[in-house]
C-alpha cells in the first residue's frame, strides 16, 4: 500500500483546518470517499438517473443494471451465496432493527431469551429491548473480561437451551476489540439460536464471509467503508428471509394487489419498499471496487500496524488511559482514551484546532461506558489513508492539550 498515492484519490484530506494540514481520524464514524465513489455517483445522477425494475426504455434498463450489479459485488464481497440473501437498506442500524421486528418478533415468545454483550452499539440493543418487552422474552448479557474482550467460556454459561437469538459486533467501535463471532456462532447453533452479526466495524477491514462465520444475519453500513451515507446491507440465509414478512409496504416489493389482500415480491425486493436507494447502492458498488483493488488483507494489515503504533506512542503520555485490549492480536485500527482531568470533549476541541478530527462522547454504547466507569471517552480511529505521521501528529496534540491543560489549572 502506497499511502501517498491512496490519499491523493481523497480529495477532502487535501485541506487545512484551522491552519493545520487535516488530519482525519474518525473512519469508525464515517469514513471519507474516494473519487472513484464520487464520480460514480456523479456518473448515475448525469448520465444514467432513472427509476430501477419499472420502465423498460434504456435509461431505467442501465439504472437496473447498475443497481443489481451492485448487489452481485456485495453477494461476492461478503461471499453470500446468492443476491437473494443481499438485501440494501439506509444502514446498520435498519438492518438490526429489521431482523428484530420481522424475525424476531414472529418468533420470540415468553421465556425465550436474546443474548448480546455489554459492548454493543444502541443499534444493536435498543431494538431487542423493544422485541423483548413486545414479545416477553429475556434480554441476557454476555459478560466481558477485565480488558474488555469476550470469553468463550462466558458466552457458553451464557447461551442456554432457551435462547434462540445471539447478537453480538464483530468489531466494537469503542474497544476495538476483534470478537470471536464464528466461534459465538457456532455456540449458538449448538444451542437452537440464530447468530446475527453487527458488521459495521469489521467490514471496512477485513475480509467478513458468511459462509465461513455461519452467521444467520449480518449488518453493514456503506458510509463506514468508502461509499455513500444512507445506504447499508442485510444479509441473512435465504430460508429465513423466505420466511420473514416484509416491515415497510408499498410499491416495488409487491407481487400482486387486491383490494383487500396483496402478495410480495420474491426476495430480495420483497424486503425493499418504495423507489430504493439507487445512486447509495451503486456508490456503495464502487467503493466495493476500490477496497478490492487495495485488497482487505493489505487494509488490515496496514490497520494493525497503525494501532499498534498508535498503542505504542500514546502510552508514553503520562496520565493516559486506554480502553480494551492491548494485545494488538485482539484489536483493530482505533484507540479509546482519556487523558487524566482533562474531559473528552475538551480533549478533541484542542485537537481541533490542530487541524486533528477526534470522536468524543459516549460513542453509542452508554451501557459499555458504565461497565467501563466512564462517562464518555476520546476516540482516535484509522483507515488505509492514515499514516504514522498522523499519529505522530495525534501524540503532539495529546501532549499540547495535556500541557495547556496544566497550564489552566
Avoid at 451465496?81 to 415468553?110: M, P, W
Avoid at 479509546?336 to 478530527?357: C, K, Q, R, S, Y
Amino acid at each position: 500500500m502506497n499511502i501517498q498515492d491512496i490519499r491523493k484519490q481523497f480529495p477532502i484530506l487535501d485541506q487545512e483546518v484551522n491552519g493545520n494540514r487535516l488530519v482525519y481520524l474518525d473512519s469508525s464514524a464515517t469514513s471519507q470517499k474516494p473519487l472513484q465513489v464520487i464520480e460514480t455517483i456523479e456518473k448515475y445522477y448525469r448520465e444514467i438517473n432513472s427509476n430501477v425494475h419499472r420502465g423498460v426504455h434504456t435509461l431505467g434498463t442501465r439504472a437496473t443494471d447498475a443497481y443489481e450489479g451492485a448487489r452481485e459485488k456485495v453477494r461476492k464481497f461478503i461471499n453470500a451465496k446468492s443476491t437473494q440473501e443481499v438485501i440494501f437498506t439506509k444502514g446498520t442500524t435498519t438492518s438490526l432493527n429489521t431482523v428484530a421486528a420481522s424475525y424476531a418478533a414472529a418468533n420470540l415468545k415468553e421465556g425465550d431469551e436474546i443474548v448480546i454483550t455489554y459492548m454493543e452499539h444502541h443499534s444493536n440493543i435498543i431494538p431487542w429491548q423493544q422485541v423483548a418487552r413486545r414479545t416477553g422474552a429475556q434480554l441476557k448479557y454476555i459478560p466481558l473480561q477485565e480488558d474488555g474482550t469476550i470469553s468463550l467460556d462466558d458466552v457458553r454459561a451464557t447461551i442456554t437451551a432457551n435462547t434462540k437469538i445471539v447478537s453480538v459486533m464483530h468489531v466494537s467501535n469503542v474497544l476495538g476489540v476483534i470478537n470471536p463471532v464464528k466461534e459465538i456462532a457456532q455456540i449458538a447453533h449448538e444451542n437452537g439460536a440464530i447468530m446475527v452479526v453487527d458488521g459495521a466495524q469489521s467490514a471496512p477491514h477485513m475480509k467478513v464471509d458468511v459462509q465461513d462465520l455461519d452467521c444467520d444475519f449480518l449488518a453493514f453500513s456503506g458510509h463506514k467503508m468508502c461509499g455513500p451515507t444512507g445506504i447499508g446491507v442485510l444479509y441473512g440465509k435465504k430460508h429465513l428471509l423466505e420466511n420473514m414478512e416484509p416491515i415497510e409496504f408499498g410499491g416495488e416489493m409487491i407481487d400482486f394487489v387486491q383490494l383487500y389482500e396483496s402478495t410480495w415480491k420474491e426476495l430480495p425486493w420483497k424486503f425493499e419498499g418504495g423507489t430504493p436507494i439507487i445512486a447509495g447502492a451503486i456508490g456503495l458498488g464502487a467503493a466495493i471496487d476500490f477496497l478490492n483493488d487495495i485488497g482487505l488483507d493489505n487494509i488490515a494489515e496496514h490497520d494493525h500496524k497503525l494501532a499498534a503504533y498508535a498503542l505504542e506512542k500514546m502510552s508514553t503520555i503520562e496520565g493516559m488511559t486506554i480502553y480494551g485490549p492491548l494485545d494488538q492480536a485482539k484489536r483493530t485500527a482505533m484507540v479509546t482514551f482519556n487523558l487524566a482531568d482533562v474531559h473528552p470533549h475538551d480533549v478533541a476541541t484542542v485537537l481541533d484546532a490542530e487541524g486533528i478530527a477526534v470522536r468524543a462522547g459516549h460513542h453509542c454504547a452508554q451501557p459499555l461506558m458504565k461497565w467501563l466507569k466512564a462517562s464518555a471517552t476520546a476516540r482516535a480511529s484509522f483507515y488505509l489513508y492514515n499514516s504514522e505521521e498522523d499519529i505522530d501528529k495525534l501524540v503532539e496534540g495529546l501532549v499540547k492539550t495535556k500541557e495547556y491543560f496544566s497550564d489552566v489549572f
